[in-house]
């Protein structure tokens, strides 16, 4: 009796692409945004500043949300080359985008609701402690997005040939970058509301201002979240022309035809395939592979022959 060694067969389900330079940008602007975020919340208490207090307390959601994309960069890694996770860890960054883009979604609804509330009952504002303390923010955020930046082009230098069919980006990283940019719009809108609201009196303007940004927000929260569901619901993109183009290599072969097909993200422009064919003149399954080669997005693929006996 023969044995076979297994190991021989078997192939890595880390399907990912190295995150190590966003894990360490997302931490480093977590301790940039808490640090801050102490600092606006202790400046608020002291100056009597209900608008700084506010901002400290809306810069804590985006701590949470960086603490979130962190936490899911430190999971993916540590449990890349578990087993249980049977087509890798791919989607916990995507999962940690989804929840961040919640988070700023409910951001965005926050400040409208105290945006509106502003509007018919405005607060007396300590202009010359509050936009001091509004421009060291919006120097924090624009730190913070450089660094983010810095760190997405640093880990993503090369693209497969198929980077076309999906977002060529880290979701998790782009949730973070969407934060910290939320956070900078925020400081420019306060920024400009408090001083006009100093040389003009026009107290009216920081609400307003509030709603804008919120509207921005939300915009950009709807955005991730529809990137990121299509990957946790196990559906092409819509911009993906991946389906048609497996079809037309396979079936390129002599009566044989694709009878079940199906396709799904593990990972940054990394996908998964199952494919079921028939054809009068079976083939072993790596011959369909093989003409596959070129789709190198294509980082796990299962083949099904099937052999037709009918006309």
């Not at 297994?6 to 480093?28: A, C, M, N, P, Y």
């Not at 120097?139 to 198929?162: E, F, M, P, T, W």
């Not at 999906?166 to 969407?178: E, F, I, P, Q, T």
């Amino acid at each position: 009796m023969h044995t076979v060694n297994i190991d021989l067969w078997k192939h890595s389900h880390v399907f990912q692409r190295d995150s190590s330079h966003g894990e360490r940008g997302t931490r480093r602007v977590l301790m940039l945004t808490a640090a801050m975020m102490i600092v606006e919340i202790l400046a608020g208490l002291k100056f009597r500043s209900m608008a700084l207090l506010a901002d400290g307390w809306h810069m804590a959601t985006h701590v949470a949300a960086f603490t979130i994309a962190a936490g899911a960069y430190w999971f993916a890694r540590r449990h890349a080359s578990n087993e249980r996770f049977s087509f890798g860890t791919g989607k916990i960054g995507v999962l940690g985008g989804y929840t961040s883009a919640i988070v700023l979604g409910g951001i965005a609804l926050a400040m409208a609701g105290e945006s509106v509330w502003r509007i018919f009952s405005p607060l007396t504002i300590a202009f010359n402690q509050a936009i001091p303390i509004a421009c060291l923010g919006l120097a924090v955020n624009v730190i913070s997005a450089l660094l983010l930046k810095q760190h997405n082009h640093d880990g993503h230098h090369h693209y497969d040939r198929g980077a076309h069919h999906s977002h060529a980006h880290d979701l998790n990283l782009r949730a973070a970058y969407l934060h910290v940019l939320a956070d900078a719009m925020t400081s420019v809108f306060a920024i400009l509301a408090l001083t006009c609201g100093k040389l003009f009196g026009w107290i009216w303007l920081d609400p307003v201002m509030g709603i804008v940004g919120s509207g921005v927000i939300a915009q950009w929260a709807y955005a991730l979240v529809r990137d990121t569901n299509v990957i946790l619901l196990d559906r092409e993109p819509a911009a993906s022309d991946l389906s048609a183009e497996i079809c037309n290599v396979i079936e390129s072969e002599n009566e044989t035809r694709i009878c079940d097909l199906h396709i799904w993200q593990v990972g940054v422009n990394q996908f998964a395939a199952i494919i079921s064919v028939v054809t009068h003149r079976p083939r072993p399954p790596q011959f369909y592979k093989d003409l596959l080669r070129e789709h190198t997005e294509l980082a796990h693929i299962t083949v099904e022959v099937n052999a037709c006996t009918e006309d």
